[in-house]
């Protein structure tokens, strides 16, 4: 089984619409992370969260909200999706050592028409 | 400036040549440097940590330069299997520590 795993693995919805993408990580890290990836553009942050009680917001998170339900889970909403999120989501998560670098889940990709 | 600067490419080789890509970085502070691969339409996964003396993996040589901020990479003796994006990745001290920076990645195609 995926260490990191998200749901839906593919999405269409539309304008207006709430919108909400799981992440659930099996790995035991405390820290997770949220991204977004257009072409041309790399991967940009959303928000992360270092523990349950600390949530911080990325580079555009303007639109988006979070919860961190529990060490395991990360969810990203859409409060109100528009066409501009169109775009591939990826869930991560890390522990906090010096060294240690993100492992990325499988990825959403989300319409929005 | 963005944290992490790459040039995009793309780079086309053919099976067996050395590929080279470089990175640089504007945060002295940085702390920690990675390569990740990623292949289209799938999640990044790390390729190989660089450290200040270098390191070796295979046909893959990473180098750092913390005078020049300056990251490498080396592929040799090239594959197909090896086309994909290549990203940098640093990771910087301070009150963000442990975020991660990444650079838009170089796409490397290798044809037979």
């Known amino acids: 089984d995926a260490d990191v795993t998200q749901t839906p693995r593919n999405r269409i919805t539309k304008t207006g619409k709430r919108i909400m993408l799981e992440c659930s990580q099996t790995k035991g890290h405390d820290r997770m992370y949220w991204y977004r990836q257009d072409p041309g553009l790399g991967l940009r942050l959303i928000y992360y969260?270092?523990?349950?009680?600390?949530?911080n917001k990325g580079e555009i998170s303007d639109g988006y909200s979070v919860s961190r339900q529990a060490q395991a889970k990360f969810s990203l909403s859409l409060e109100s999706a528009i066409p501009n999120q169109t775009a591939l989501y990826f869930c991560?998560?890390?522990?906090?050592?010096?060294?240690?670098?993100?492992?990325f889940g499988p990825g959403t990709r989300l319409t929005v028409l | 400036r963005k944290e992490v600067e790459q040039d995009p490419g793309p780079f086309n080789v053919p099976e067996g040549a050395t590929v080279a890509f470089n990175c640089t970085y504007s945060n002295s502070a940085s702390q920690s440097f990675f390569w990740y691969r990623q292949d289209c339409r799938k999640e990044p996964k790390l390729l190989m940590s660089v450290y200040s003396s270098g390191n070796e993996d295979g046909r893959f040589t990473a180098q750092l330069n913390r005078a020049s901020q300056y990251i490498s990479l080396l592929i040799r003796d090239s594959k197909l299997s090896d086309s994909a994006t290549y990203l940098c990745v640093v990771k910087n001290r301070g009150s963000t520590l442990g975020r991660l920076y990444f650079g838009r990645g170089t796409q490397l195609t290798v044809w037979p």
């Open positions: 969260s270092f523990d349950v009680k600390d949530i």
């Open positions: 991560a998560t890390s522990r906090d050592g010096q060294y240690d670098t993100q492992y």
